[in-house]
């Protein structure tokens, strides 16, 4: 049987290092394999949970997309789709939702970790939650069960939803028989968080990102804002706890890295190390910049490129959503 593996990210925020190197990246391996075949796509209905400004909704969608095909994602080859376009998910949402235990989403971490913060700021308890952000993981688990998704690669924080994605579909299979596959995580455990210029994960959130296509001067700038001990130049230096050194890592060659490596034992200023860091990085970014902001420019290109996946994608939701109204009922 092929083995399909799936991923999506919303389009909340700039695409920034810690998405590349914690989701993109290893999702990018996964598509070129080709014992497997890869769906990927922009959980534009997700962001909607947070974004609700027209303008900039629509810009980070196409900034999502862009970055994936600047990266080099292939089209052709993978299933890549904006999950909108695909209204099988939605129904797929609703069915699922009437066998999803209401306790089960109470425990999400998301929403958990937002009544914990109003309650410690003495607020209601759901101030400031929608039912779209509560009912989130359920149309996750949408996404994944309607494609029949074996493997979902994404970074650790996901996990618990990929997790209750497993729960909603098993009990779901207990009362219908053998419906949905039951998919499993893939977490990268090498480069599983990246952290971000003050040196907590690097995050949207807590506004220390460094945006993936930043331009070049504005790259350096904020390489030179990483946190840094106060170490002299010629003091020896620990590789394993040194923020640059994690960044140098994932752009620089086998060679490289050894040589960096050799220069932190032996004393290197942190100023050297930030403008090594910017040339491997900027190295690597040159060419895919140029084609985000080619296709940033070019939305009806990404329009197209989208439209095709979504029929590729329906291709298969469509005769799989006939199967599971079968199963509940409401077709013969
Ligand atoms: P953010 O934390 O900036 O809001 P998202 O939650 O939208 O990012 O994450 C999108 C994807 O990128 C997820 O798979 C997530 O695990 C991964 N990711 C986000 N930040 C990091 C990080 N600092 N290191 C590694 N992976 C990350
Ligand atoms: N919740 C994921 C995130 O925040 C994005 C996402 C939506 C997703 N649907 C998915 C990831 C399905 C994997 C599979 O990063």
Redesign the pocket.
């Known amino acids: 049987m092929e083995q399909i593996v799936l991923?999506g990210?919303?389009p909340?925020?700039q695409i920034?290092?810690?998405?590349?190197?914690?989701?993109?990246k290893p999702a990018l391996k996964l598509a070129e394999n080709n014992n497997y075949q890869a769906a990927y796509f922009i959980a534009d209905y997700h962001g909607l949970t947070k974004i609700h400004d027209q303008e900039e909704f629509r810009t980070l969608t196409y900034g999502v997309a862009s970055t994936w095909l600047a990266l080099g994602l292939d089209p052709e080859k993978t299933i890549f789709y904006r999950q909108s376009n695909v209204p099988e998910i939605f129904e797929l949402s609703w069915i699922l939702s009437c066998f999803s235990p209401k306790g089960l989403l109470n425990r999400a971490h998301a929403y958990k970790g937002i009544v914990a913060s109003n309650k410690q700021a003495g607020k209601e308890v759901d101030d400031g939650v929608n039912m779209g952000l509560f009912t989130y993981p359920i149309l996750m688990a949408a996404d994944i069960l309607a494609f029949q998704a074996n493997m979902v690669?994404?970074?650790?924080?996901?996990i618990q939803h990929v997790e209750i994605a497993r729960d909603i579909a098993d009990s779901f299979n207990h009362q219908y028989g053998e419906t949905f596959v039951l998919p499993e995580y893939i977490v990268d455990e090498e480069?599983?968080?990246?952290?971000?210029l003050d040196g907590r994960?690097?995050?949207?959130?807590?506004h220390n990102?460094i945006p993936l296509f930043e331009e070049p001067a504005k790259l350096q700038k904020l390489i030179n804002k990483i946190k840094t001990d106060s170490l002299p130049p010629e003091a020896p230096k620990d590789t394993e706890s040194s923020i640059l050194f994690t960044l140098y890592k994932e752009f620089a060659s086998v060679e490289e890295i050894a040589q960096m490596r050799k220069k932190y034992e032996s004393g290197i200023g942190w100023g050297e190390v930030k403008k090594e860091l910017f040339a491997v990085m900027n190295r690597f970014l040159e060419e895919p910049r140029k084609k985000y902001q080619e296709l940033m420019a070019n939305p009806e290109k990404i329009d197209l490129i989208l439209q095709k996946g979504a029929e590729k994608a329906r291709a298969r939701t469509l005769p799989f959503l006939e199967e599971v109204r079968k199963r509940i009922g409401v077709l013969r």
Request: aromatic residues 6%.
């Open positions: 991923t990210i919303k909340t925020g920034h290092l810690g998405n590349y190197i914690g989701a993109i690669p994404v970074g650790k924080d996901q480069t599983s968080i990246l952290p971000g994960k690097m995050s949207k959130s807590y990102t």
